[in-house]
């Protein structure tokens, strides 16, 4: 009668490969939204998509360079590990999409896989969140922190780019509009582009703000979200 012999070499590198896959998925995982991670796991190779009604969010520490020569390296990681991985619970609380960090800067949209309402109110919900999480934030710390917060709606191009550290982003003049939202508001403040005042107009109150000069030289009408109706 023959001998069975057991290959535990073969069971070694089968359990390694299977470790290493499952790292790469939960790379892939914390870098890109679920469904274009599963879209590269398919085997596509390029992604791009179009999506007419995004609603983009930037929101800017204000005073964060200024803030920083007064804190160690080690203080200032950990305030914004903190502060964006609670900004990362709350967009997933709302169903939207974080695109990612630039800096002291979070950038998130909604809209972007059907994971919004028809008026975008997600975004807005998320952004007065943020605003609280901050005022929060500065009460129990010695440095006030605070937020400027811009929100545009309209279209916006999604893809996947680069070979080294790949990453999901978004592009477009909602792109472009909703970080002149933000740079050109106020502090602790919500400013939005006409498109999304017209969307949640009946939901939230705003205050007009007429003869806002972007830097390209276009004159636009914004809005300062005042709260909710």
């Known amino acids: 009668m023959g001998v069975a012999y057991f290959n535990f070499g073969y069971v070694r590198n089968f359990l390694a490969l299977e470790t290493e896959r499952r790292k790469t998925e939960e790379v892939l995982a914390n870098a890109l939204p679920d469904l274009i991670a599963q879209r590269l796991k398919k085997g596509e190779t390029t992604i791009a998509d ?18 920083a020569l007064k804190m160690s390296p080690r203080y200032i990681v950990d305030l914004l590990n903190l502060l964006f991985t609670r900004f990362d619970r709350l967009a997933e609380k709302h169903g939207v999409e974080k695109i990612k960090t630039i800096g002291d800067c979070y950038m998130a949209a909604g809209g972007l896989f059907g994971r919004v309402t028809s ?73 939005v582009s006409e498109s999304t005042y017209w969307r949640l107009k009946e939901r939230y109150i705003f205050e007009k703000r007429e003869g806002l000069v972007l830097k390209e030289g276009e004159e636009v009408t914004a809005f300062f979200l005042v709260g909710r109706a």
């Not at 006030?144 to 811009?150: A, C």
């Not at 545009?152 to 909602?174: L, N």
Request: hydrophobic content about 45%.
């Open 119 to 191: 008026d975008g109110s997600e975004v807005v919900e998320l952004a007065l969140d943020m605003v609280e999480v901050c005022d929060e934030m500065a009460r129990s710390t010695d440095y006030p922190v605070q937020l400027r917060i811009g929100i545009a709606t309209g279209q916006v191009i999604s893809g996947v780019i680069g070979e080294k550290r790949t990453a999901f982003d978004i592009w477009g003049q909602t792109v472009n509009l909703a970080s002149r939202m933000e740079s050109t508001g106020r502090k602790g403040q919500i400013q």
């Open 50 to 67: 179009s999506h007419a009604e995004a609603v983009v969010l930037f929101a800017d520490i204000v005073g964060f360079s200024k803030l």
